[in-house]
Protein backbone atom coordinates (compact mmCIF):
# COMPACT_ATOMS: atom_id res chain seq x y z
CA UNK A 1 0.00 0.00 0.00
CA UNK A 2 2.86 2.62 0.16
CA UNK A 3 2.61 4.12 -2.83
CA UNK A 4 -1.02 4.38 -2.86
CA UNK A 5 -2.71 8.26 -2.09
CA UNK A 6 -4.73 9.05 1.53
CA UNK A 7 -8.08 8.74 0.23
CA UNK A 8 -6.92 4.64 -1.42
CA UNK A 9 -5.68 4.17 2.03
CA UNK A 10 -8.55 5.33 3.74
CA UNK A 11 -10.74 2.72 2.51
CA UNK A 12 -8.55 -0.28 1.22
CA UNK A 13 -5.52 -0.11 4.46
CA UNK A 14 -5.04 -2.97 6.42
CA UNK A 15 -6.89 -5.25 4.62
CA UNK A 16 -6.98 -7.79 1.84
CA UNK A 17 -10.02 -9.27 1.07
CA UNK A 18 -8.12 -12.50 -0.01
CA UNK A 19 -7.51 -13.60 3.76
CA UNK A 20 -11.02 -13.17 4.22
CA UNK A 21 -13.07 -15.20 1.97
CA UNK A 22 -13.01 -12.37 -0.50
CA UNK A 23 -15.19 -9.85 1.54
CA UNK A 24 -15.06 -6.62 0.05
CA UNK A 25 -16.08 -5.42 3.34
CA UNK A 26 -14.20 -5.84 6.52
CA UNK A 27 -16.05 -8.72 8.42
CA UNK A 28 -16.89 -8.06 11.90
CA UNK A 29 -15.59 -10.65 14.50
CA UNK A 30 -17.58 -10.43 17.18
CA UNK A 31 -15.86 -12.93 19.69
CA UNK A 32 -14.56 -12.56 22.68
CA UNK A 33 -12.18 -16.01 22.25
CA UNK A 34 -10.40 -17.73 19.36
CA UNK A 35 -10.22 -21.95 19.12
CA UNK A 36 -6.99 -23.69 19.43
CA UNK A 37 -6.14 -26.32 16.64
CA UNK A 38 -4.66 -28.38 19.58
CA UNK A 39 -3.38 -28.09 23.23
CA UNK A 40 0.74 -27.35 21.65
CA UNK A 41 -0.93 -24.63 19.36
CA UNK A 42 -2.47 -23.22 22.53
CA UNK A 43 1.06 -23.47 24.63
CA UNK A 44 2.88 -21.87 21.36
CA UNK A 45 0.18 -18.78 20.91
CA UNK A 46 0.85 -18.15 24.45
CA UNK A 47 4.52 -18.12 24.13
CA UNK A 48 4.38 -16.15 21.56
CA UNK A 49 5.91 -18.62 19.08
CA UNK A 50 3.06 -18.68 16.50
CA UNK A 51 0.64 -16.34 15.29
CA UNK A 52 -2.72 -16.27 15.53
CA UNK A 53 -5.44 -14.90 17.99
CA UNK A 54 -6.06 -16.16 21.56
CA UNK A 55 -8.55 -13.33 23.48
CA UNK A 56 -10.07 -10.52 21.81
CA UNK A 57 -8.32 -8.17 24.44
CA UNK A 58 -5.00 -8.90 23.31
CA UNK A 59 -6.04 -8.84 19.53
CA UNK A 60 -8.75 -9.57 17.25
CA UNK A 61 -8.86 -9.28 13.14
CA UNK A 62 -11.51 -6.10 13.06
CA UNK A 63 -9.58 -4.42 15.30
CA UNK A 64 -6.37 -5.33 14.06
CA UNK A 65 -7.38 -3.91 10.52
CA UNK A 66 -8.51 -0.66 12.30
CA UNK A 67 -5.50 -0.58 13.70
CA UNK A 68 -3.04 -0.97 10.27
CA UNK A 69 -5.12 1.30 8.89
CA UNK A 70 -4.82 4.20 11.28
CA UNK A 71 -0.62 3.56 11.32
CA UNK A 72 -1.02 3.97 7.58
CA UNK A 73 -2.79 7.35 7.57
CA UNK A 74 -1.12 8.36 10.37
CA UNK A 75 2.79 7.37 8.45
CA UNK A 76 3.37 5.43 11.82
CA UNK A 77 4.22 2.03 12.07
CA UNK A 78 2.24 0.43 14.08
CA UNK A 79 -1.44 1.17 15.75
CA UNK A 80 -3.58 0.34 18.63
CA UNK A 81 -7.35 0.95 19.63
CA UNK A 82 -8.96 1.66 22.78
CA UNK A 83 -12.12 1.53 23.94
CA UNK A 84 -12.18 5.94 23.92
CA UNK A 85 -9.82 8.47 23.82
CA UNK A 86 -9.05 8.97 26.90
CA UNK A 87 -8.45 5.00 27.59
CA UNK A 88 -5.64 5.66 24.73
CA UNK A 89 -4.34 8.77 26.61
CA UNK A 90 -4.12 7.07 29.80
CA UNK A 91 -2.43 3.26 28.23
CA UNK A 92 0.63 5.80 26.68
CA UNK A 93 0.93 8.54 29.66
CA UNK A 94 1.11 4.94 32.08
CA UNK A 95 3.45 3.33 29.58
CA UNK A 96 5.64 5.87 29.26
CA UNK A 97 5.86 7.41 33.18
CA UNK A 98 6.83 5.91 36.65
CA UNK A 99 6.58 7.30 39.97
CA UNK A 100 8.55 10.56 40.53
CA UNK A 101 8.71 11.67 36.73
CA UNK A 102 7.28 14.69 35.01
CA UNK A 103 5.14 15.47 32.26
CA UNK A 104 5.33 18.84 30.13
CA UNK A 105 2.35 19.25 28.56
CA UNK A 106 0.60 22.10 26.37
CA UNK A 107 -0.92 25.48 28.53
CA UNK A 108 -4.83 23.86 26.85
CA UNK A 109 -5.60 20.38 27.21
CA UNK A 110 -8.73 18.48 26.87
CA UNK A 111 -10.48 18.58 30.22
CA UNK A 112 -9.87 15.02 31.46
CA UNK A 113 -6.23 14.92 30.35
CA UNK A 114 -6.14 17.97 32.70
CA UNK A 115 -7.87 16.33 35.19
CA UNK A 116 -5.72 13.04 34.34
CA UNK A 117 -2.43 14.69 34.75
CA UNK A 118 -3.69 16.17 38.11
CA UNK A 119 -4.33 12.52 38.98
CA UNK A 120 -0.97 11.28 38.22
CA UNK A 121 0.24 14.29 40.79
CA UNK A 122 -1.57 13.15 43.61
CA UNK A 123 -1.43 9.57 43.56
CA UNK A 124 2.00 9.10 41.85
CA UNK A 125 3.87 12.03 42.14
CA UNK A 126 4.54 12.53 38.62
CA UNK A 127 4.54 16.24 38.27
CA UNK A 128 3.63 18.31 35.08
CA UNK A 129 4.23 21.88 34.11
CA UNK A 130 2.33 23.71 31.28
CA UNK A 131 4.44 25.37 28.82
CA UNK A 132 3.15 27.42 25.84
CA UNK A 133 5.80 25.89 23.31
CA UNK A 134 6.27 28.97 21.47
CA UNK A 135 10.01 28.88 21.26
CA UNK A 136 13.35 26.95 21.97
CA UNK A 137 14.21 28.49 25.53
CA UNK A 138 11.07 28.20 26.60
CA UNK A 139 10.79 24.82 25.72
CA UNK A 140 14.39 24.45 27.46
CA UNK A 141 13.25 25.93 30.49
CA UNK A 142 10.88 23.59 31.37
CA UNK A 143 12.94 20.46 30.86
CA UNK A 144 13.58 18.55 33.49
CA UNK A 145 16.19 15.56 34.69
CA UNK A 146 12.74 13.51 35.47
CA UNK A 147 10.98 14.94 32.18
CA UNK A 148 9.74 11.91 30.25
CA UNK A 149 6.83 13.07 28.18
CA UNK A 150 6.44 15.84 26.26
CA UNK A 151 2.70 15.46 25.77
CA UNK A 152 0.67 18.28 23.58
CA UNK A 153 -2.59 19.20 21.50
CA UNK A 154 -2.56 21.18 18.13
CA UNK A 155 -4.63 22.97 17.66
CA UNK A 156 -5.49 23.01 21.05
CA UNK A 157 -8.90 22.70 22.30
CA UNK A 158 -10.65 24.54 22.94
CA UNK A 159 -8.87 28.16 22.06
CA UNK A 160 -6.94 26.83 18.54
CA UNK A 161 -3.88 27.63 19.01
CA UNK A 162 -1.27 26.18 16.90
CA UNK A 163 1.73 24.46 18.43
CA UNK A 164 4.75 24.24 16.38
CA UNK A 165 4.97 20.04 16.26
CA UNK A 166 8.55 19.96 14.19
CA UNK A 167 10.11 22.90 16.88
CA UNK A 168 8.88 20.55 20.03
CA UNK A 169 9.78 17.28 18.14
CA UNK A 170 13.51 19.18 18.10
CA UNK A 171 14.19 20.46 20.90
CA UNK A 172 12.40 17.03 22.78
CA UNK A 173 15.36 14.76 20.46
CA UNK A 174 17.96 16.46 21.99
CA UNK A 175 17.19 15.31 25.62
CA UNK A 176 15.60 12.14 23.94
CA UNK A 177 11.95 12.81 25.56
CA UNK A 178 9.18 11.38 23.28
CA UNK A 179 6.88 13.72 21.86
CA UNK A 180 2.94 12.59 22.46
CA UNK A 181 0.49 14.29 20.29
CA UNK A 182 -3.78 14.56 20.63
CA UNK A 183 -4.68 15.03 17.11
CA UNK A 184 -8.20 14.59 17.32
CA UNK A 185 -9.00 17.83 16.49
CA UNK A 186 -7.18 17.41 12.43
CA UNK A 187 -7.03 13.58 12.07
CA UNK A 188 -4.37 12.42 9.80
CA UNK A 189 -5.64 14.15 6.74
CA UNK A 190 -5.19 17.36 8.23
CA UNK A 191 -2.25 17.10 10.35
CA UNK A 192 0.66 13.99 10.72
CA UNK A 193 2.44 14.73 13.56
CA UNK A 194 4.85 11.87 13.10
CA UNK A 195 6.09 12.80 9.45
CA UNK A 196 7.35 16.22 12.04
CA UNK A 197 9.17 13.98 14.25
CA UNK A 198 6.94 13.51 16.93
CA UNK A 199 6.56 9.87 18.51
CA UNK A 200 2.95 8.93 19.51
CA UNK A 201 0.14 10.54 18.51
CA UNK A 202 -3.22 9.39 20.48
CA UNK A 203 -6.78 10.23 19.38
CA UNK A 204 -10.22 10.41 20.18
CA UNK A 205 -11.67 8.53 17.25
CA UNK A 206 -15.03 9.25 18.91
CA UNK A 207 -14.70 12.52 16.63
CA UNK A 208 -14.07 13.24 13.20
CA UNK A 209 -11.81 8.76 12.50
CA UNK A 210 -15.36 7.77 13.50
CA UNK A 211 -17.51 11.17 12.39
CA UNK A 212 -20.92 10.10 13.12
CA UNK A 213 -21.13 10.54 16.60
CA UNK A 214 -22.39 7.26 17.51
CA UNK A 215 -19.40 5.26 19.05
CA UNK A 216 -16.52 6.20 21.76
CA UNK A 217 -13.07 5.01 21.11
CA UNK A 218 -9.79 5.60 21.12
CA UNK A 219 -6.48 5.08 18.99
CA UNK A 220 -2.99 5.23 19.50
CA UNK A 221 0.15 5.19 16.63
CA UNK A 222 3.71 5.00 17.12
CA UNK A 223 6.72 3.06 16.68
CA UNK A 224 6.34 -0.57 16.81
CA UNK A 225 8.49 -1.53 20.15
CA UNK A 226 6.36 1.28 21.89
CA UNK A 227 2.99 0.01 20.44
CA UNK A 228 4.05 -3.63 21.40
CA UNK A 229 4.58 -2.57 24.99
CA UNK A 230 1.51 -0.70 25.63
CA UNK A 231 -0.39 -3.43 23.82
CA UNK A 232 1.44 -5.81 26.09
CA UNK A 233 1.02 -4.13 29.57
CA UNK A 234 -1.15 -1.35 29.83
CA UNK A 235 -4.16 -2.17 27.00
CA UNK A 236 -3.80 -5.71 28.23
CA UNK A 237 -3.92 -5.50 31.84
CA UNK A 238 -5.79 -2.15 31.94
CA UNK A 239 -7.84 -3.44 29.48
CA UNK A 240 -9.69 -0.25 27.95
CA UNK A 241 -10.42 -2.99 24.82
CA UNK A 242 -12.20 -1.18 21.92
CA UNK A 243 -14.99 -3.90 20.80
CA UNK A 244 -15.43 -5.41 17.70
CA UNK A 245 -18.50 -4.28 16.39
CA UNK A 246 -17.07 -0.56 17.27
CA UNK A 247 -13.82 -1.26 15.39
CA UNK A 248 -15.79 -2.30 12.58
CA UNK A 249 -18.16 1.09 12.97
CA UNK A 250 -14.59 2.73 12.85
CA UNK A 251 -13.44 1.36 10.06
CA UNK A 252 -16.81 2.81 7.94
CA UNK A 253 -16.43 6.17 8.91
CA UNK A 254 -12.87 6.10 7.72
CA UNK A 255 -13.51 5.65 4.78
CA UNK A 256 -15.31 8.95 4.20
CA UNK A 257 -12.75 10.43 6.39
CA UNK A 258 -10.84 12.91 3.23
CA UNK A 259 -14.34 13.43 1.83
CA UNK A 260 -15.88 14.81 5.42
CA UNK A 261 -12.71 16.94 6.27
CA UNK A 262 -12.71 18.68 3.32
CA UNK A 263 -16.22 19.66 3.37
CA UNK A 264 -16.12 20.56 6.97
CA UNK A 265 -13.60 22.77 6.38
CA UNK A 266 -15.04 23.85 3.23
CA UNK A 267 -18.35 25.09 5.88
CA UNK A 268 -15.86 25.99 8.55
CA UNK A 269 -14.08 28.50 6.64
CA UNK A 270 -17.79 29.70 5.05
CA UNK A 271 -18.87 30.28 8.91
CA UNK A 272 -15.63 31.99 9.71
CA UNK A 273 -15.80 34.70 7.14
CA UNK A 274 -19.13 35.16 8.46
CA UNK A 275 -18.49 35.92 12.53
CA UNK A 276 -15.43 37.97 11.45
CA UNK A 277 -18.00 40.77 10.32
CA UNK A 278 -20.60 39.92 13.28
CA UNK A 279 -20.64 42.39 15.70
CA UNK A 280 -21.60 40.73 18.36
CA UNK A 281 -18.43 38.48 18.46
CA UNK A 282 -15.10 40.09 19.90
CA UNK A 283 -12.62 37.12 18.58
CA UNK A 284 -13.04 34.78 16.26
CA UNK A 285 -10.26 31.80 16.48
CA UNK A 286 -9.56 29.18 12.98
CA UNK A 287 -6.35 27.43 12.39
CA UNK A 288 -6.28 29.49 8.81
CA UNK A 289 -6.43 32.83 11.04
CA UNK A 290 -3.14 31.89 12.56
CA UNK A 291 -0.22 34.42 11.76
CA UNK A 292 2.70 32.54 13.16
CA UNK A 293 3.26 30.71 10.05
CA UNK A 294 2.67 27.43 12.15
CA UNK A 295 -0.64 26.66 10.04
CA UNK A 296 1.53 26.33 6.45
CA UNK A 297 4.19 23.88 7.47
CA UNK A 298 2.09 21.26 9.44
CA UNK A 299 -2.18 21.41 8.41
CA UNK A 300 -3.28 20.94 5.20
CA UNK A 301 -7.46 22.38 5.94
CA UNK A 302 -8.36 24.81 8.58
CA UNK A 303 -10.34 21.26 10.13
CA UNK A 304 -14.44 21.67 11.60
CA UNK A 305 -14.01 23.49 14.72
CA UNK A 306 -14.18 27.24 15.65
CA UNK A 307 -13.73 29.38 18.55
CA UNK A 308 -15.13 32.55 19.19
CA UNK A 309 -15.84 35.14 22.28
CA UNK A 310 -18.54 37.20 22.04
CA UNK A 311 -19.29 41.12 23.61
CA UNK A 312 -20.51 40.32 27.15
CA UNK A 313 -20.04 37.84 30.13
CA UNK A 314 -21.45 34.18 30.58
CA UNK A 315 -24.68 35.30 30.47
CA UNK A 316 -24.35 36.47 26.76
CA UNK A 317 -22.84 33.03 26.19
CA UNK A 318 -25.28 30.99 27.59
CA UNK A 319 -28.15 33.27 25.77
CA UNK A 320 -26.63 32.26 22.46
CA UNK A 321 -26.86 28.87 23.15
CA UNK A 322 -30.44 29.27 24.30
CA UNK A 323 -31.48 31.19 21.03
CA UNK A 324 -29.83 28.33 18.94
CA UNK A 325 -32.63 25.88 17.22
CA UNK A 326 -31.76 23.14 15.39
CA UNK A 327 -28.07 23.36 16.19
CA UNK A 328 -27.54 20.65 19.20
CA UNK A 329 -26.24 22.13 22.11
CA UNK A 330 -23.98 19.33 22.99
CA UNK A 331 -20.50 18.53 23.47
CA UNK A 332 -18.34 16.54 21.13
CA UNK A 333 -17.06 17.36 17.53
CA UNK A 334 -16.49 16.33 14.65
CA UNK A 335 -19.80 14.68 13.78
CA UNK A 336 -22.01 14.95 10.95
CA UNK A 337 -24.92 17.24 13.54
CA UNK A 338 -23.30 20.63 13.78
CA UNK A 339 -22.56 20.83 18.03
CA UNK A 340 -22.24 23.97 19.56
CA UNK A 341 -20.89 23.94 23.77
CA UNK A 342 -19.55 26.80 26.05
CA UNK A 343 -16.16 25.35 27.43
CA UNK A 344 -15.94 27.25 30.82
CA UNK A 345 -19.21 25.61 31.99
CA UNK A 346 -19.19 22.41 30.30
CA UNK A 347 -15.60 21.12 28.47
CA UNK A 348 -13.53 22.55 30.46
CA UNK A 349 -15.29 23.38 33.68
CA UNK A 350 -13.32 20.78 35.88
CA UNK A 351 -10.05 23.01 35.19
CA UNK A 352 -9.91 25.48 37.91
CA UNK A 353 -10.81 28.91 37.01
CA UNK A 354 -7.34 30.60 37.46
CA UNK A 355 -5.96 28.15 35.36
CA UNK A 356 -8.82 28.02 32.52
CA UNK A 357 -7.99 31.73 32.28
CA UNK A 358 -4.38 30.73 31.31
CA UNK A 359 -5.40 29.03 29.04
CA UNK A 360 -7.76 31.48 27.09
CA UNK A 361 -10.76 29.86 28.33
CA UNK A 362 -13.09 33.14 28.93
CA UNK A 363 -16.57 33.10 29.63
CA UNK A 364 -17.68 34.00 26.62
CA UNK A 365 -15.92 31.72 24.55
CA UNK A 366 -17.98 28.99 22.45
CA UNK A 367 -16.97 26.00 20.84
CA UNK A 368 -18.79 25.36 17.76
CA UNK A 369 -18.07 21.77 16.04
CA UNK A 370 -19.10 22.86 12.07
CA UNK A 371 -21.03 19.78 10.60
CA UNK A 372 -21.52 18.41 7.26
CA UNK A 373 -25.22 20.62 6.80
CA UNK A 374 -26.35 22.99 4.32
CA UNK A 375 -23.81 25.54 5.59
CA UNK A 376 -26.25 28.35 4.72
CA UNK A 377 -28.72 26.42 7.76
CA UNK A 378 -26.06 26.67 10.01
CA UNK A 379 -25.15 30.29 9.56
CA UNK A 380 -28.59 31.45 9.12
CA UNK A 381 -29.64 29.33 12.51
CA UNK A 382 -26.30 31.13 14.15
CA UNK A 383 -26.78 34.31 13.09
CA UNK A 384 -30.38 34.34 13.94
CA UNK A 385 -29.20 33.67 17.43
CA UNK A 386 -26.10 35.95 17.28
CA UNK A 387 -28.63 38.69 16.47
CA UNK A 388 -31.13 38.03 19.38
CA UNK A 389 -28.56 39.18 21.80
C1 LIG B 1 -12.94 14.09 23.20
C2 LIG B 1 -11.49 14.31 23.35
C3 LIG B 1 -10.70 13.45 24.13
C4 LIG B 1 -11.29 12.30 24.92
O1 LIG B 1 -11.76 11.30 24.09
P1 LIG B 1 -12.96 10.28 24.49
O2 LIG B 1 -13.13 9.49 23.24
O3 LIG B 1 -14.15 11.12 24.84
O4 LIG B 1 -12.48 9.49 25.65
C5 LIG B 1 -9.34 13.69 24.18
N1 LIG B 1 -8.78 14.72 23.52
C6 LIG B 1 -9.51 15.57 22.78
C7 LIG B 1 -8.82 16.69 22.07
C8 LIG B 1 -10.88 15.41 22.66
O5 LIG B 1 -11.59 16.26 21.93
Known sequence: MEKKHFATKAIHGGYDPNEMKGSVSVPLFQTASFRFKSAEHGEKSFLGEEDGFIYTRIGNPTINVLEERIAELESAESG???SSGMGAISAVLIALTKANDHILASKGLYGSSFSLLKMFQEKYNISFSLSDFESEAEIRSHIKPETSVIYIETPINP?????????????????????????????????????????????????????????????????????????ATTLKDIGSVISPFD?????????????????????????????????????????????????????????????????????????????????????????????????????????????????????????????????RDIWSDLEAALNKL
Request: net charge negative; with cysteine; aromatic share 6%.
Open 159 to 231: TMKLIDLELVSRVAKEHDIPVVVDNTFSSPYIQRPIEHGCDIVVHSATKYINGHGDVIAGLAVGKKEWIDEIR
Open 247 to 375: AWLMLRGLKTLPVRMDRHSDNAEYIVERLLKHPQVENVYYPTLDQSGIFEKQMARGGGVIAFELKGDKKTAQKLLNNISFINVAVSLGDTETLIEHPATMTHVVIPEEERRKMGISDTLIRLSVGLEDV
Open 80 to 82: IAF
